[in-house]
Structure formats: C-alpha cells, structure tokens
C-alpha cells in the first residue's frame, strides 16, 4: 500500500514497536507515599471496559480518546465507546463474564473523573491498590506512567492533567505472560485480571509525608524515621498513645530520631498495638504499630529474645467466586482458620498480599511470611527481570514495614541454583537487608539433589532457609525425608515452606489411595512429626489452607484446580487434613508455645 504521507491511516498496522514510547515513565517505590490514616476519595464502582488482545489500544491510540458520536464520524475506527462494556472496580474480569473466563492479554478501563482539581497548593495523586501484570494509567489523554508488577501499590499525579470539567481516566491493564516478567509465564496458580483492589484519589499538602518507619531498636527502645516530598527541613511531631510524644528533626526532608519509651511488646499471644500519630506542617498521618524483635541464633529464631517454632499454613489469595479479591471478612476467615489449626503463623504466597492481610495479623497475632513472586524459572540473566524484582521487594518493604506480624521477608520460590541466580538473589537479599536491616530474609528453596542434603548457595545470604519438599506425595514414602534431615547440618534456622497432599473433598478411601482425604491427612501428620524431630527446624508451612484454581492441574478429580487445601474452596468444607494437622500441633512446634 503506498505511503500517502503523514496522514497514513495505515501506519499503526506496521508499528510493531508500539509499546516503546509507553514503557517509562516507570511507576516505583520512589512515587509512594505514606498511607497510613488518610482519607481517600474512592472510584470503586463500575468501569466501563474492553478487551485488547492485539493491543489497539496503544496501537490506534484508543486513549486519545474522541467521543464525536459514531453517526458523525467521517472516517471509520475501531473504537467506539458504545461496544465497551462495564465491570465492576475492584474486581477481576475472569470471574466478571463467562466470556471473560480465560482471557488474559491486554484489557482498557475507563471511567470519567469528576473530581476538584487540587486547591490551595495541595496535590492530588491517584492510587492503584493492585492492577495485575503491567498497568498503564492515562488522563485525558495523556500516558502518566506504567506499573510492573501485580500484587503492590503504586502512586500516579494527575492534579496537574485535571480540566475543569470533562476528565476521562483510562487504564491498560495487561496480564500476557512474559518470560521476562516477575513472575515469568509459567506458574501454578489462575492468572487473574483486573484492578482487583482499592481504586482510589488521595489529597496531600504540597509538602507531605512520603514514608513513616517505627522499629524496635537495642534495649527495647523505639526509633522512628521521617522523609517527606520535598528536601525541606523542619521539625516532625511524633505522638505515640500511652507512651509519649517526640520530636524529629527534618533535614532535606528526612529525618530519624529514638525514644527512650519501653513499649509493652508484640506478640501472637500478646498482640498490643500503639496508635501514633505523626505532623508535619499542614500533613497529618497516622498508624497502629505493634513493636517487637525478631532474630535468629544459630538454628534457633528468637520473638522478644524468647525461642518461637512457627505452626504455619500457606494461603493464596484466591476465591472460588472473587478471584483475587479479598476483603476483612475474607482474611478474618482465613486467620480464624489458621487459629483454629493451632497455627501462630501463615506464609502469604507466592506475591504480596492485600495489605489489609498484614493489618488484620498485627490485631489478631498471626506471624507473617511475605514475598515476592520470584518463582520458579525467572529470567535472572536479564537485569530488566531484576530491577522489576527489585521494585517489587521494595514497594512490599514500603508498604508493610511498619507491620509488627511481618517477621520475614520471602525473596523467591523453588529457583534451580544456578550462577545467574545467586547473583540476583544474592541482590535482592541485599535490598531487603538495605530496606530493613531488622526483619528476617528466606526463600522457598530446593535441596541438594546430589549429596541429598538441604543445601543451597544462597542460603549464605538468607537468615531462613526455606525447604519447600513433598515426601509423601511427589516423592513417594518419607524415608527421603528422615535421611535429607539426617544428612544435613545447616547453620541457621531451616523451615519447610510447603509440603502437602491434593484430597478430593468427599473422596474417602484407603490412606495408601492418591487423592483421597485419608491420604492427605497422613502425609500432613507424618510430615509434622518427622519436620519436629530436627532441631535446626524451626517452623512448618504445609501447603495449603484452601483450594485453589490452578490450570495446570487437569485430572478428574482436579479439574483445574489445585487441592491441596485442608479446607475445600467453598472455604468452609474442612478434609480431614485439617484435624490431622490441627492434633499435629497440639503437640508439635510448641518450642516458646506463641
Ligand atoms: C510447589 C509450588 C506451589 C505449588 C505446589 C504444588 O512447591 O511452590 O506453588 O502449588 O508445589 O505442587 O501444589
């Protein structure tokens, strides 16, 4: 076709290098800003909605968006307001329409934006809870920026964009799998869509509080630590209820100071939280901490200087009905499940969870075990794939560091111990221990198939070594198991990150016959007893609280989904998985008794 010059209406077919000019302004950690007690102006609600899986979004430059009705138009598009539909903000579309059932690709949602522009000097940012894969948010036209990463929170201004009437939100929301993504294309868990969490405006002072850190310092003392939006100086007031005030000094935005307050500690039987409160010039912000140690000696991990074994359960989060949604009563569930077991920890895999998650573990007393979805065959050559890993383990730090139940920070999943990833873990260790020098570092690793030992290069830079292994199910007996224990001599504090059985609910049968709840529950009971007896064990994850959809997992009794729950995915249909494990910790994991 002849090129008729700049007015091709054809050139976007031979672009294929649309995505360039909207892969930066990159959206990072470096654009948060600090949450705690603002109010917030939610667009929850519905969205109007459209899929893209040949990206003509981008191509045909959907978000310069034209509503001249299609009746006037004196050229045709491919892009009409009228064919788009609506869904539900937060949500994820799978579960939204049967016809949106598998779709994973690029989708655009749009809604207008009624909102006072920003007065007196104040500015108006909005705020992505969670946007799986990759998200792009425009404004009136005009690209502001792109999200990687599908489980944390980030931060975009359009004060400046805003008209005065006639604001037009567009987001490109895009869940294609990538094998340079984090995670990459292959792993077991549904591959949601959507903006599935809170959509919301937040107004700040010109100069407000960007992050607010409270940590336990030598001698039960607290520390805190300042940084605003602006290199400004001044001076911070802290107030933290029943304990004290305090004052910060600012310095080119930043400042930290310690108190000589002993505040009572935190812990899953004693689960004690402060409300504070911080001011800074016209800024007010606040938080509800809990303040305790957590530490390792040797094989042994130490809360407030006592021994502590972690009873621990895995969860995804997903929902038979909601996806990836989830909400207080959700996470009530899970954690009063979790209690129910005897459980005093959860490792909330394979990503960050709704913040809500870590909120609701600081009142109920549940220890944490957060991570990035570092999982499986990454491509950790590519330094894209780690400065994506990196941005994710930073904005999860940033969000949650002030969560008492957060004691460890999960760097990865099930990664072969290759050169290339120990470099990059190796990295992301290091920013963990950069970002919070106080918390605990792990990872779900492999073992040492040759000398059959629990061993890995990077435990050296891990204070926890996770063991994900599953004698019983995929490696049948646990004779494997009792002579890995035997044969390994870590020199820091080993936990088995997941092990576990699939039971088919209402299967029942021979404990010896795959799939049914009888053999689940004596592949959990006889994994406890036998993770108990080594010493440098310190705690046990089994995988899983719930059901889950996975579509890796097509037997007749799986049908896409993973059972290796002790609880069916109705979330209330308990196997008897469940009773074994909860007897198991009757008597089991009860060093410190937390
Ligand atoms: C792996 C992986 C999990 C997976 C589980 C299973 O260890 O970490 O994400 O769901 O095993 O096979 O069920």
Not at 321 to 327: A, I, K, N, Q, V
Not at 424 to 453: H, K, Q, W, Y
């Amino acid at each position: 076709m002849p090129d008729i010059g700049p007015e091709d209406p054809f050139a976007h077919l031979h672009e294929e290098d649309f995505e360039t000019p909207f892969m930066s302004p990159l959206l990072t950690d470096a654009g948060m800003i600090f949450m705690g007690d603002r109010v917030t102006e939610s667009l929850a609600g519905d969205w109007r909605f459209v899929l893209d899986p040949f990206r003509e979004g981008l191509r045909q430059r959907w978000f310069e968006h034209d509503a001249t009705p299609i009746e006037e138009w004196t050229v045709p598009r491919d892009c009409d307001d009228a064919a788009w539909q609506t869904i539900p903000v937060p949500g994820c579309w799978n579960l939204a329409r049967a016809e949106w059932r598998y779709y994973e690709g690029a989708a655009w949602y749009m809604r207008d934006l009624d909102v006072a522009p920003p007065r007196d000097g104040e500015r108006l940012f909005l705020r992505i809870g969670a946007a799986t894969g990759r998200a792009r948010v425009f404004l009136n036209g005009r690209f502001l920026g792109l999200h990687r990463g599908g489980w944390t929170p980030f931060f975009v201004e359009i004060g400046p964009y805003l008209r005065e009437a006639g604001n037009l939100l567009m987001c490109e929301v895009d869940t294609t799998r990538r094998d340079d993504a984090v995670p990459m294309s292959h792993f077991d868990w549904f591959n949601y869509g959507g903006l599935f969490r809170e959509v919301e405006l937040v107004r700040v002072p010109a100069i407000h509080v960007t992050d607010f850190r409270l940590w336990l310092i030598q001698g039960d003392r607290i520390a805190a630590r300042v940084v605003l939006s602006n290199p400004t100086d001044g001076e911070a007031e802290i107030e933290i209820d029943g304990l004290g005030t305090g004052r910060v000094a600012i310095s080119a935005g930043e400042g930290e100071t310690t108190f000589d307050l002993s505040p009572r500690l935190w812990s899953p039987s004693d689960p004690h939280l402060y409300q504070v409160r911080l001011r800074f010039g016209a800024d007010r912000v606040g938080d509800r901490v809990g303040f305790r140690r957590i530490e390792r000696h040797g094989t042994e991990i130490r809360l407030n200087g006592e021994p502590v074994a972690f009873r621990g359960i895995c969860a995804h989060e997903d929902d038979r009905d909601l996806g990836r949604c989830t909400s207080e009563a959700d996470i009530r569930r899970r954690f009063g499940h979790a209690k129910e077991l005897g459980a005093n920890a959860m490792r909330l895999a394979h990503y960050p969870h709704s913040e809500l998650a870590a909120k609701i573990a600081d009142e109920v007393g549940i220890l944490l075990w957060e991570e990035i979805p570092v999982y499986w065959a990454i491509a950790f050559e590519n330094p894209e794939t780690f400065a994506e890993a990196e941005n994710q383990l930073r904005e999860m730090i940033r969000r949650d560091f002030n969560r008492a139940s957060v004691v460890l920070w999960g760097i990865g999943n099930e990664n072969a111990d290759t050169d290339a990833r120990l470099r990059f873990m190796s990295g992301l260790a290091a920013t963990a221990r950069r970002e919070d020098p106080d918390r605990l570092v792990g990872a779900a690793c492999l073992i040492n198939r040759v000398a059959f030992r629990i061993e890995d290069r990077l435990a050296e830079a891990l204070d926890v070594i996770g063991l994900n292994e599953y004698f019983g199910w995929y490696e049948p007996g646990f004779d494997g198991l009792r002579r890995l224990l035997a044969n390994s001599a870590p020199d820091r504090p080993v936990m088995v990150t997941e092990t576990g059985a699939d039971a088919r609910v209402g299967l029942h049968g021979s404990d010896m016959q795959l799939f049914t709840e009888e053999y689940q529950a004596r592949v959990l009971a006889t994994q406890v007893e036998i993770a108990d007896g080594a010493d440098y064990v310190a705690g046990i994850f089994p995988w899983l609280l719930y059901d889950f959809r996975s579509e890796r997992r097509q037997t007749r009794h799986q049908r896409g989904w993973n059972l290796k729950g002790v609880i069916a995915a109705d979330k209330t249909t308990r196997k008897l998985g469940f009773e074994a494990l909860r007897a198991a910790y009757a008597t089991h994991f009860r060093k410190g008794d937390s």
